[in-house]
């Protein structure tokens, strides 16, 4: 019992510490834009994020006309992925979470896609951040709950070869 605490806790930090250089990652030139290797490195970060983010500029954060180089909410997301990532590294428990959750947190993010499209209100970055940050935290759990359950998986059929 001990032994699967500690491997899950472990787990859990590996994931901290990866998700946690993906956010350092999409915010690096907003950090280093001073730094002479952003010249070097802008580009690239630009690349590899405009692969997970349509990274439109009037929906990224920004300072001095700088962006992050994924949107706001996306931005959410990660950062609700990591927030909750790492609160999981002190969580004993494994994780088990219905699908209420998930409903819930891609219905607001819909309601808020719609409202904008039908103009019911202008885009807000502030809301697209939330309804994000809302659905990182929720499907951090599920990709826990998943991975966990997988390598219990794994080594269950290890330990019985």
Same mark, same amino acid.
Not at 20 to 26: E, K
Not at 53 to 63: A, G, I, R, V, Y
């Given at each position: 019992?001990?032994?699967?605490?500690?491997?899950?806790?472990?787990?859990?930090?590996?994931?901290?510490?990866?998700?946690?250089?993906?956010?350092?990652?999409?915010?690096?030139?907003?950090?280093?834009?001073?730094?002479?290797?952003?010249?070097?490195?802008?580009?690239?970060?630009?690349?590899?994020?405009?692969?997970?983010?349509?990274?439109?500029?009037?929906?990224?954060?920004?300072? #001095?006309?700088?962006?992050?180089? *994924?949107?706001?909410?996306?931005?959410? !997301? +990660? $950062?609700?992925?990591? /927030? @909750? %990532? &790492?609160?999981?590294?002190?969580?004993?428990?494994?994780?088990?979470?219905?699908?209420?959750?998930?409903?819930?947190?891609? #219905?607001?993010?819909?309601?808020? *896609?719609?409202?904008?499209?039908?103009? !019911? +209100? $202008?885009?807000?970055? /502030? @809301? %697209? &951040?939330?309804?994000?940050?809302?659905?990182?935290?929720?499907?951090?759990?599920?990709?826990?709950?998943?991975?966990?359950?997988?390598?219990?998986?794994?080594? *269950?059929?290890?330990?019985?070869?």
């Amino acid at each position: 019992m001990r032994k699967d605490r500690f491997r899950l806790k472990t787990l859990r930090a590996i994931v901290f510490l990866i998700l946690l250089t993906w956010c350092l990652g999409f915010s690096n030139f907003f950090i280093f834009k001073d730094s002479p290797l952003s010249i070097i490195t802008y580009p690239v970060f630009k690349q590899i994020y405009s692969n997970v983010c349509h990274q439109n500029e009037l929906k990224s954060f920004n300072d #001095l006309g700088f962006n992050l180089f *994924v949107c706001a909410r996306c931005t959410g !997301i +990660y $950062l609700g992925c990591l /927030l @909750i %990532s &790492f609160l999981s590294v002190f969580m004993i428990r494994r994780t088990e979470i219905g699908l209420s959750p998930l409903y819930i947190s891609l #219905l607001l993010i819909l309601t808020d *896609v719609l409202f904008v499209r039908m103009n !019911i +209100y $202008l885009y807000s970055k /502030l @809301i %697209s &951040f939330i309804t994000g940050l809302v659905f990182g935290l929720v499907i951090y759990l599920y990709f826990l709950e998943i991975m966990e359950n997988s390598i219990g998986k794994f080594s *269950v059929v290890k330990n019985n070869a």
